[in-house]
């Protein structure tokens, strides 16, 4: 038998890619431009959106252009240190710091070099590397997937924002959950994340999912937009969708019907992601998706009545549920729910 084309992997490249170009083009457009608008971009979007798919695949644009040079970390070890390690250790660029007697060996990184100047604090080593590397007419994009606030990643910003203001072509670009960046743009010392730019990972094209499952699984047109609309563009659903349809075709009865797929559907977006969301909610935005999962389209007013919310309050986690991805305020006055079959999936947690 094939393999399935589709997958039900985090953070791997699927081979069923819908493009963002919009997104995509953003982000590379503005680093790549003689006169950047920003040096900084933040990726946010709720869990299963695309966030690391999204960053691999502007670095892996970024790693394929011979000026820059991409440095991946993670946000849960010295991102600092990291960074001038990754560095140091690229053939391209060691020469240039041996060459340039950039001793950086109290750093426990390289080795040590006869007739230098030793450098002892990594702020002031990564401020000599990126000069050479400037001088070189390269520049380093910092990609770091899923941030939270911890130490580490608030002093590396800290640090960031002082090697940017010295004009070094250091370029950032991170992804994370919306309470996270909220959460770090909100320390005192970090502020500057305010005015970064934050692009909120929005469903794929519902179009370019039809057209993909006909294409693939061979379905007629009616099929193929009956299951896409089924995912409403939400990136894991449609690979939990194709998955699925793909693993139910069988030599004896031939293609799948797709409400059949439903229950198998509801359960893995509960297992992969679903419950994830539902337990990370307040007990106030738990009770607004609850009014909202009996509804296609609910009146703000209503949910503010039924649940005795202040129109004050109700703008307040009107904005939060919006921010997080799980709401859709497209239309004035309502809200919906973003994610598909989330009202169903949720439905038995609900007292
Ligand atoms: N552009 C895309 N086209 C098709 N499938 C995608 C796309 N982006 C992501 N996916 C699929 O969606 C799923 C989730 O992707 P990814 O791991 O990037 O999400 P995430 O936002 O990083 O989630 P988390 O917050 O849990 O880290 C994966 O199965 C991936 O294959
Ligand atoms: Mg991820």
Do not use: C
């Amino acid at each position: 038998m094939k393999i399935n084309p589709f997958t039900l992997s985090f953070g791997m490249e699927p081979h069923q890619y819908i493009s963002r170009y919009s997104q995509t083009s953003e982000i590379t457009e503005s680093f790549t431009s003689d006169n950047p608008p920003t040096m900084v971009y933040m990726i946010s979007g709720v869990r299963g959106s695309g966030k690391t798919v999204m960053l691999s695949n502007i670095t892996e644009t970024f790693s394929s252009m011979k000026e820059w040079i991409v440095i991946n970390v993670t946000p849960d070890s010295d991102i600092l240190s990291s960074i001038a390690a990754k560095l140091y250790s690229r053939d391209d660029l060691n020469k240039l710091f041996v060459s340039a007697k950039l001793d950086i060996s109290a750093l426990g990184i390289g080795v040590s070099i006869e007739n230098s100047h030793k450098i002892f604090d990594i702020e002031t080593a990564l401020e000599q590397m990126l000069e050479r590397i400037a001088k070189k007419g390269k520049k380093v994009l910092i990609a770091i997937d899923e941030i939270t606030n911890n130490e580490y990643v608030k002093v590396f910003v800290s640090i960031y924002q002082i090697l940017i203001r010295q004009k070094l072509p250091v370029f950032l670009l991170m992804t994370g959950l919306y309470d996270n960046i909220y959460n770090l743009q909100n320390e005192k010392t970090l502020t500057f994340l305010y005015r970064a730019p934050k692009i909120m990972l929005e469903p794929l094209s519902l179009n370019s999912i039809a057209r993909s499952y006909k294409d693939i699984l061979n379905v007629d047109s009616e099929t193929a937009s009956r299951m896409s609309k089924l995912t409403k563009g939400y990136a894991f659903a449609y690979q939990v969708m194709g998955f699925l349809y793909w693993k139910n075709i069988t030599s004896k009865n031939g293609k799948p019907d797709v409400d059949s797929l439903l229950s198998e559907y509801d359960d893995l977006l509960e297992n992969y992601v679903y419950e994830k969301i539902w337990t990370e909610l307040s007990p106030k935005e738990k009770d607004i998706i609850a009014v909202l999962s009996k509804n296609e389209i609910t009146k703000v007013e209503d949910i503010r009545n039924e649940l005795s919310l202040t129109s004050g309050n109700m703008s307040v986690y009107r904005d939060r549920l919006n921010k997080k991805g799980l709401i859709d305020t497209s239309r004035f006055g309502y809200l919906s729910l973003k994610l598909p079959r989330f009202g169903e999936v949720i439905e038995l947690w609900i007292d």
